[in-house]
């Protein structure tokens, strides 16, 4: 039986209040995010296979700009639809060219669909800024942005202020996203690259199965032994089709190097 008294009343509030502020530091809330730095590849998985039909690209056929001034620095980004690494690399060697005095090209990269054979490839480069300044902040405004098979890079000339490590993620970042956002976009339709040898007089066979499932083909190379090598690339569902084709027309006279 409780007694009525103020001062047992006020006791057992007191006796509340404490129970209630114990529990509620016994249930803190804990936040933790992981950053990737160089190139990463993400297996395929079913939870996200919903998403990976969403993602999408920039329009094939050009490449976008836009640019900013900040603090007398000169920020320009360059963006374009990459479905592979070695096409990124040829883009990027462009840009460098067409900016021989630029104290820094960094770069975001960033290919595949998490569903698809090989998963998602990101790669990205500070280009001499401090660590962490330049490229991931590109690689993720292409992430924010939705975008794959994409590379952006920003241009940068620089004015001869320090602009600090948070001035250049910003700068970076917001460079990238001003072009991404302007560029026009396409849903991405995951792709398939696969290398392969066979014998020279076969390049017909080859050449006729790749148009027939509407692929490119690129890096060729005739070996001195009179073999070929080529690479081709098609729509990730008709890849085992195209394959099979190949084998057929060439009567099995084909190796399959990746």
């Known amino acids: ?94 840009i460098h060219t067409q900016h021989p005095k630029a104290r820094h090209v960094c770069f975001g990269f960033v290919a595949g669909v998490e569903d698809n054979p090989g998963g998602v490839v990101e790669r990205c480069s500070d280009d001499g800024e401090p660590t962490g300044t330049g490229g991931l902040p590109i690689l993720g405004g292409i992430k924010g942005e939705g975008l794959s098979d994409t590379l952006c890079a920003v241009v940068r000339y620089s004015g001869g202020i320090k602009l600090g490590a948070g001035g250049l993620i910003r700068a970076y970042g917001g460079t990238a996203r001003l072009v991404l956002r302007d560029a026009p976009t396409e849903i991405l339709i995951p792709t398939s690259t696969i290398r392969l040898s066979t014998s020279s007089s076969n390049a017909g066979c080859i050449y006729d199965a790749a148009r027939k499932f509407h692929a490119t083909t690129s890096e060729e190379e005739y070996k001195p032994d009179g073999s070929l090598e080529v690479s081709v690339n098609c729509e990730s569902k008709d890849l085992k089709g195209m394959m099979e084709c190949m084998r057929d027309l060439t009567r099995g006279d084909v190796i399959f190097l990746d």
């Open 1 to 94: 039986k409780l007694s009525s008294s103020p001062s047992s009343i006020a006791a057992a509030f007191s006796c509340c209040r404490c129970t209630r502020s114990r529990r509620i530091r016994l249930h803190p809330t804990i936040h933790s995010h992981r950053i990737r730095t160089q190139t990463t590849s993400l297996p395929s998985s079913s939870s996200s296979s919903s998403s990976s039909t969403e993602r999408q690209t920039l329009v094939q056929g050009t490449h976008y700009t836009s640019e900013q001034t900040i603090k007398k620095s000169r920020f320009i980004g360059i963006a374009t639809k990459c479905t592979t690494w070695n096409d990124a690399q040829s883009f990027l060697q462009s």
